[in-house]
């Protein structure tokens, strides 16, 4: 009786003359993802069949779940296209079960009839054992697909993956990393859609090596600790700007252009290191900073390229739901330094204008020089 895993993905079957290099990227990252484990990995009917050790299989599916582009995962058996054989791998599959349901796809036509299979199959199993069908709620779901002449499978598990696109497929991406809730899940969010993400965070001079330690713990969720992908962290230090901002003269644009900077360094940066966007963790109307208004205001700085808001129409608790299947929600929620929520004045500006803005900006005569100057001593931190 061989077991193995099937993998299957549903989104990719709609890119028609292109599937062949979606399946291949995706062919590449499962590989990588379970690289340190004994396994062979086949492209076989425009599914994955993954061979694999035993003692490792828990561990195993938990990686596949998490890697986009995978709609299904299968736990499946192996057997030859002959009833007799079918019936002895189907009972053997229900010992320690009370009820079950059996269901039938028949790639292979010319074997036996539907209502057939299903009639010799299940009345065999009803005579060797204490079970009954339940078609409604059954402990065990028998899928038996009659593949060819020669061979026929027995799905006994159906799991589902995250879906999406493969890693790798949209381009990649920098994303403005804080150590809340939302930056993390709009991460993942895009790295769902196909995207290489990257990861970009502000501090001061007053954050410790915790916080740090932080938002390498919370990349390591979105990556599967690199298995995924070996993400980068670039670190700026912000305090000089900051120290800056404090002399305009209006406090309550004092969020506006804070977030207007770290755009305009955000995206030199990503020019520089050749990234095709940026992405943020906006939720509309959520707090000042994400009102239609301020997106407008701060966007009007970024005028090479996009910036992606892949939570734009999500609310908290939609959030957090995401966050809490990602595993990052309780990372997340732990203490950190802000540099947004440190510098926040009591009343800040709901609806600011770009005219306001540029013209607070014209005040602070050292803003770009040691705008350039933070970007010059950036760091780079390989996350492991």
Known sequence: ?????VIKFGELFLKGKNRSSFSGCLFKNVKRALKGFEFNLVNKNNMFFLFFEQENENEILDILKMIPGISYIHICYMCETDINKIEELACKLCEGFKTFKIEIKR???????????ISSVARKILSNREIVVDVNNPELLLTIEIHSSKDSYIWTDKIKGIGGLPIGVNGSCLSLL???IDSPVASFQVQKRGQIVDYLTFITEDVTEKTIDKLKKLINKITLNNKIHNAKLYVIDYTK?????????????????MRRS???????IALKNNYDALVCGDSLGQVASQTLESINTISNVCDKMQIFRPLLTFDKQEIIEI????????????EHEDVCSMFAPQNPATKPSVKLALSLENELKLLNYIEQ????????????
């Open 241 to 257: 700007v900051q120290h800056e901002l404090m002399h305009m003269s209006n406090p309550k644009y004092r969020i506006t252009l």
């Open 107 to 117: 790639k292979h036509k010319n074997f036996m009839e539907r209502d057939e299979i």
């Open 178 to 180: 804080s150590g809340g």
């Open 323 to 334: 966050a809490k299947k990602i595993d990052t929600y309780e990372t997340s929620i732990g």
């Open 373 to 384: 100057s933070v970007i010059n001593k950036i760091k780079i931190i390989n996350v492991e």
């Open 1 to 5: 009786m061989e077991k193995f895993i």
């Open 262 to 268: 770290f755009y305009r360094i955000a995206q030199e």
